[in-house]
Structure formats: structure tokens, C-alpha cells
């Protein structure tokens, strides 16, 4: 498979996430609901696809990580194994560790996003000439860049595990 056509996934498993997050605070809303184990199962597979889908990009693929797509690894590997680790240990009250990890993350995500869209936001020394914060590798359907799936990804994360943490 293609990276062009790699990219094409990852952005179609983006906007799933965004109908998703959708989905459970519309379920959430009429009162149906999953249990906490399987809502942070859920949360955990989606943190650990991530952090399967930025390994891929950059060691296969081989595209250069910028600045802040280092910051958001650094929110999204650890909250991958904490889910992870959390789901098998049944701990109930995960979401104290990974709710933090999803605000700052999606904020990272965010902010990297609309330097995407305003590259003047940021002063040009604070991202390498080599692999800028400003490029986009991906930008698909007209608007979906690899901070728009990393964000995807943590807010809908950070919702399952609110979820999660309402019916402990």
C-alpha cells in the first residue's frame, strides 16, 4: 500500500473518530450506555492505533516527525500504555491518568493545526528548516493534516474516558 493511499486511511479512521465522538455523547445523551471496562477497551485500542499509525509514518514511511508532532507522542505513547496497562490491571480509575494526557494533546494537536492553516503564529526559530511545523504530509478531503488525526484521536479518547469515569 501506498503512503498516499496510508494517508488516505488514517484520514477516513479521523473522521470516523469525529462521527464517533458524535455518536457516544448522542448515546450518552438518551441514556444508553456500555460499561466502563469496554468503553476504556475502546479508548485503549484507539490510543494504541495511533501510536501504531505515527510509528508507521515515520519509521516506514519515513517522514520526518516536526517539533510539535513530538509533542503530541509525547501525550499519545504514554496514555497508549497506560490505557493499555489500566484495561488489564482493571482499573477502574484510569481516566485519572489519561484525561490529562488527552487535553494536553488535543490542545497540542490544535495548536499545530492552525499553524498549519497561519504559519505566521509561530516566529520561524522555534521549528527546524529541516521538517517545519507548517508542511503538511497529509491533507486530505481538503482539511484532514496528521494534527487533525492525532486530535481526532485524543478528543475522542478524552471523551470515552469521561464516560468511563461517570460509571465508576
Known amino acids: 500500500m501506498s503512503l498516499e493511499q496510508m494517508l488516505r486511511l488514517f484520514a477516513v479512521a479521523a473522521l470516523a473518530c469525529n462521527a464517533a465522538t458524535v455518536v457516544v455523547l448522542f448515546r450518552r445523551a438518551r441514556g444508553r450506555q456500555l460499561s466502563a471496562r469496554t468503553v476504556t477497551g475502546i479508548a485503549a485500542a484507539l490510543a494504541v492505533g495511533a501510536t501504531l499509525g505515527s510509528l508507521y509514518l515515520s519509521e516506514i514511511a519515513h517522514l520526518e516527525p516536526c517539533r510539535w508532532c513530538w509533542f503530541q507522542r509525547i501525550a499519545m505513547y504514554p496514555l497508549a500504555l497506560v490505557l493499555v496497562i489500566g484495561q488489564l490491571v482493571r482499573d477502574r480509575g484510569v481516566y485519572r491518568y489519561g484525561l490529562p494526557m488527552c487535553v494536553v494533546g488535543a490542545a497540542m494537536s490544535t495548536w499545530h493545526y492552525l499553524l498549519q492553516h497561519f504559519p505566521g503564529l509561530e516566529g520561524a526559530t522555534t521549528c527546524s528548516l529541516t521538517s517545519p511545523c507548517t508542511v503538511r504530509y497529509a491533507w486530505e478531503f481538503g482539511f484532514v493534516s496528521i494534527p487533525y488525526?492525532?486530535?481526532?484521536?485524543?478528543?475522542?479518547?478524552?471523551?470515552?474516558?469521561?464516560?468511563?469515569r461517570r460509571r465508576s
Do not use: E
Open 149 to 164: 488525526m492525532a486530535g481526532s484521536v485524543f478528543i475522542l479518547v478524552g471523551v470515552l474516558l469521561n464516560l468511563s
